[in-house]
């Protein structure tokens, strides 16, 4: 069965400061993963996806992830951490068979001023 | 494109009563639709997956019975939470996919139960 690992439920960064979220899977076959931004009380919105084309996947307010097979990691970087990057960050991965989302437990990232 | 939207955006609700929580897909026909849970802090948890026309399928541990789910169109799922009890009381976020690896998340229903 496919699974999702986050490391670190809390994070916090300096702003302007590099953000680093860790995300690992395991799965048999080429995923498709996906990170997802939740800000209190609201919806999930995509900040990027992989699809099995580009390894290195830019996304949305400057975000990007790196797919790397080896490792089995997608972890999403940004280089300069800004205060509105609070909130809360999923990685999740698509089952190619039901196409279920599986869901990492989530990263709450803080921005210090 | 893709948009997904839920109504109502928080109820609340007495214990014991029921309550529909509508999920349409606006510019784009859903084949499946996916409801989830969340509890304060912590991750969305799947509670069952429905395709148009078909009985929804429910993970395990969510009781069908409690939590009532009709796709009826390809636009349109409903859950109904059945003599709801303040334990209910979460976030339940619905999901539209169109049979590839893609989902699209809606806005979220806040349910409190007093």
């Known amino acids: 069965a496919q699974s999702v690992t986050q490391l670190g439920s809390h994070v916090s960064v300096s702003e302007g400061a590099l953000v680093l979220l860790r995300c690992n899977y395991s799965s048999s076959v080429p995923p498709y993963l996906f990170w997802y931004v939740q800000y209190p009380n609201q919806g999930l919105q995509l900040l990027l996806k992989?699809?099995?084309?580009?390894?290195l996947v830019k996304g949305i307010n400057g975000f990007e992830a790196e797919f790397k097979k080896s490792e089995t990691s997608f972890h999403l970087t940004k280089p300069s951490a800004h205060m509105s990057d609070a909130a809360e960050y999923f990685c999740?991965?698509?089952?190619?068979?039901?196409?279920?989302?599986?869901f990492g437990t989530g990263t709450r990232l803080k921005v210090l001023a | 494109g893709a948009v997904v939207s839920q109504h109502p955006s928080w109820v609340i609700c007495k214990s014991g009563t029921s309550v529909k929580i509508e999920c349409r897909s606006l510019d784009f026909q859903a084949t499946t639709m996916f409801w989830y849970r969340q509890f304060p802090k912590q991750s969305l948890m799947l509670m069952a997956t429905?395709?148009?026309?078909?009985?929804?399928?429910?993970e395990q541990g969510v009781e069908k019975d409690k939590f009532l789910i009709n796709h009826a169109s390809l636009t349109l799922s409903t859950l109904t939470v059945t003599s709801a009890h303040p334990e209910d009381s979460s976030f339940y976020i619905c999901s539209a996919g169109t049979g590839t690896y893609e989902q699209y998340f809606g806005p979220g229903t806040r349910l409190t139960v007093t």
């Open positions: 992989y699809t099995s084309a580009a390894t």
């Open positions: 999740a991965v698509s089952d190619q068979g039901t196409y279920k989302y599986i």
């Open positions: 429905s395709n148009e026309g078909s009985k929804a399928t429910y």
